[in-house]
């Protein structure tokens, strides 16, 4: 896998490899990711948040807030 992709985990199981296409840290701290699947050329855009137990691994949340 390339540094600009990322494997994501669904809700079903199946990894996913998906291209990184901007990554933006906010001045609230929060990470923000946009990312592009490598299958079905489909974008989407989260909030990062990494595990602190486990770096380089983390979970994804919506982002709901029109300020971010």
């Known amino acids: 896998m390339r540094d600009d992709q990322i494997t994501v985990t669904l809700e079903d199981g199946t990894e996913v490899v998906c291209n990184i296409l901007f990554t933006h ?6 990470n923000f990711i946009v990312f592009e699947f490598t299958d079905t050329l489909e974008l989407s855009a989260a909030i990062y948040i990494e595990n602190p137990d486990n770096p380089g691994e983390g979970t994804f949340e919506d982002i709901v807030d029109e300020e971010d």
């Open 25 to 30: 840290e906010g001045n609230d701290g929060k």
